[in-house]
């Protein structure tokens, strides 16, 4: 396979890219720059256009496989930690997933090499050290707390294990190690790969807290009845300190911290919860646990191969990283932006990086005999995530132990983030979603000679309504599901300033996420209690880690999508288009320059996502909810098929009189456009496909049409 990733998605003309490869190949593979015009491999639609463009990087490397090792952990190094005499070291631990290969909850690490680990399994415990191995039969309860006392006294190793809620003995083991030992290094749930030390195995699946050394043998009750005196604690690990970061914070003499790996979940539910607070930064010791999982990655780790040093007169666009070596290809997508002292052009172009890192990787059950048939008869990308797990998943997705996946990296290869790559291998259209489905509108830009810079959602975070000063009217793409309260101020601000928008998806603005210093790189979601969505946070879990604040829905944060675009997220169902049909409204003189050369009343009953330009979700005005009164609903769709539904925060069972009818009613999609106090516009086409009817028939019908009347005007 031949793959990689940059560590960002987007830079200024003038910054530098790295750029990171895996191939297993025997033979040197070449590596270019493309610029990305289309990406949609459907052989009836725009088709793939890369075009090359000269790089300082052009050439030949060397190929090399590098490993993607998923699983999250923590290391404390152990070398100030003076054991004179017997110790006691103790730990608590809810599993959440059982199975019959071992998983460890913690190993030490001797001097001596080798490891004394601690494993459990679907049926009981296993002690093990280099000597011998210690087992005990026990039925342990998934999301029951436990904790695990092991006496080290010279070589004996002793292992008591009780009930956290009942403080109930459950049972002891007892085995040796070959001689005494010296501990360097605690590793938290893992253990060292025998073959090569430096990478992890068996990890644990499940929450850890309070982990401790202390003086003495000590495997009574009382420790589970009150607090340890102070003067027996060796070491006191408190998941509670730093929770935003990767610190393993030490409380006790000798302040030995550790590092987490590869990012675990942090703010989650202790033994001590009560119930009482759900936001963590209130009680943060009813917080002081970290939820371990195998699948867990944040950084793959690859060594640079080389680097981009964009130059300064390179026109802001969508580029590609392309490497080849025989008959395989991975084309890596990033952004360009200006240069700082360049003029910019009067477009932008927002791309949502944001909601590409949510969806990476989501597998979305389609990899059947439809989809390999479309994607070897087109020359689609080849890669699919069911076949590449090591990849990591989406936040619409679960760890094995049912969790909800709740952090998203860019520092790993994006399969679905690849010119050419199918999310729906159905009958109407192209089946593309996210990043090759907006290549649509970049496609359309080309065509119609619109000059545009691009943006992304990384850039407003970073740099707030700075990055969209100077433009005159800023685009989005089919799909800008995911903000945080930054970019989210960033457009509002654009908006008030007297900025135009064309909103032309649909589901924008929706679920609120958070990022972080700590964690540059990656982006945190947890999905509250509605919404559309795959799963829902546990209870009292619903203030994200990152930044403490609520998560969820914008609308449930009361910033409702309407406030900002006139319309907000209604109903959804398969991916399969249908039209709109003008409003007596849109007939008015004040609108004859939105429909000027478009004499038709239906409006996008074709196109290459899903056979038409609205469906599969949608949004509608909603006065209740911010739709500015001077809002015009100039198109609505029909047709749509029986099998769509309401969005679930809009179901109100106490509030309608005539339930079905209603329901009915609100399964729709307003093409919509809001007047703004300044001469500008805010227009929304509250539909994810209607960028998909822009390429038909050569870029001339009438949703290509109606889009660039709306951008010239706004020019």
Not at 703 to 712: G, T
């Amino acid at each position: 396979m031949l793959i990689g990733y940059t560590n960002r998605l987007s830079a200024r003309a003038g910054e530098t890219i790295e750029v990171k490869v895996s191939s297993d190949f025997s033979s040197d593979y070449a590596a270019d720059l493309v610029r990305i015009i289309s990406a949609d491999p459907n052989p009836e639609g725009p088709g793939i256009d890369v075009r090359r463009v000269p790089s300082n990087f052009e050439g030949t490397y060397t190929s090399i496989a590098k490993p993607t090792r998923p699983g999250s952990y923590g290391i404390v190094p152990l070398g100030g930690l003076e054991i004179t005499a017997d110790a006691t070291f103790s730990i608590r631990f809810q599993p959440r997933l059982l199975r019959e290969s071992p998983q460890v909850l913690f190993s030490f690490i001797p001097e001596s090499g080798g490891a004394v680990s601690i494993s459990i399994h679907k049926c009981g415990l296993k002690l093990e050290t280099t000597a011998e191995t210690g087992a005990v039969s026990f039925a342990f309860e998934i999301g029951r707390w436990y904790e695990l006392r092991l006496a080290i006294a010279g070589r004996r190793l002793r292992l008591v294990a009780y009930a956290v809620q009942t403080g109930s003995r459950c049972f002891e083991v007892e085995t040796k190690t070959p001689k005494e030992e010296v501990f360097k290094k605690l590793v938290l749930a893992a253990r060292p790969q025998h073959e090569d030390p430096t990478a992890f195995t068996a990890f644990f699946n499940g929450r850890l807290e309070a982990p401790m050394f202390l003086r003495g043998e000590q495997l009574v009750r009382r420790l589970l009845e009150g607090p340890v005196e102070e003067e027996s604690i060796l070491a006191s690990w408190d998941f509670s300190i730093d929770i935003p970061t990767s610190h393993i914070r030490d409380k006790g003499p000798s302040r030995l911290d550790g590092t987490l790996y590869n990012l675990p979940a942090r703010a989650v539910r202790s033994s001590r919860w009560s119930g009482d607070e759900i936001c963590w930064r209130h009680a943060p010791d009813q917080y002081a646990a970290v939820h371990f999982h195998e699948d867990d990655l944040y950084d793959c780790c690859w060594e640079t191969d080389f680097c981009f040093d964009i130059p300064r007169d390179l026109s802001s666009g969508v580029y590609g990283i392309r490497l080849r070596c025989g008959d395989a290809e991975d084309i890596i997508p990033f952004f360009v932006r200006p240069a700082r002292d360049a003029t910019e052009a009067r477009v932008a172009v927002l791309f949502s990086t944001f909601t590409y890192l949510a969806y990476a990787n989501h597998p979305r059950d389609n990899f059947d005999a439809k989809y390999h048939e479309r994607r070897n008869d087109w020359r689609a990308y080849p890669h699919h995530p069911e076949e590449h797990p090591n990849f990591g998943r989406s936040l619409y997705d679960c760890h094995p132990d049912n969790a909800g996946i709740q952090f998203s990296s860019l520092l790993r290869p994006m399969l679905t983030m690849r010119p050419g790559y199918i999310a729906y291998a159905e009958r109407r259209g192209s089946g593309l979603r996210h990043f090759p489905a907006d290549m649509h509108l970049v496609a359309w830009c080309e065509a119609k000679n619109i000059i545009f810079d691009v943006v992304t959602d990384h850039d407003l975070e970073a740099e707030g309504s700075k990055a969209l000063e100077e433009y005159a009217l800023l685009l989005t793409v089919t799909h800008p599901e995911y903000h945080t309260a930054r970019t989210l101020d960033s457009v509002q601000d654009f908006v008030a300033g007297g900025g135009s928008l064309g909103y032309l998806g649909a589901n924008g603005f929706y679920w609120r996420i958070a990022t972080s210093e700590a964690f540059p790189s990656a982006i945190e979601v947890r999905r509250g209690q509605t919404g559309a969505r795959t799963w829902e946070a546990e209870p009292g879990e619903y203030f994200h880690a990152f930044d403490g604040q609520y998560g969820g829905l914008w609308l449930k944060n009361d910033r409702p999508p309407q406030q900002l675009v006139g319309v907000g997220m209604s109903a959804y169902g398969p991916y399969n288009g249908t039209y709109y049909r003008r409003t007596e409204a849109s007939y008015d003189s004040n609108f004859e320059w939105l429909f000027d050369g478009i004499d038709d009343e239906i409006l996008g009953d074709f196109g290459f996502s899903g056979g038409g330009a609205v469906g599969f979700e949608f949004d509608i005005v909603d006065l209740s909810l911010g739709t500015p009164p001077e809002a015009v609903v100039l198109a609505k769709s029909e047709k749509f098929t029986n099998d769509c539904y309401l969005a679930p925060e809009k179901l109100d069972f106490g509030a309608r009189v005539n339930m079905p009818d209603w329901q009915a009613s609100e399964i729709r999609a307003d093409l919509c456009l809001v007047p703004k106090p300044k001469g500008n516009f805010v227009f929304s086409a509250s539909s994810i496909l209607f960028c998909g009817s822009l390429p038909v028939n050569d870029f001339k019908n009438n949703i290509s049409k109606l889009l660039e009347n709306f951008v010239r005007r706004c020019l």
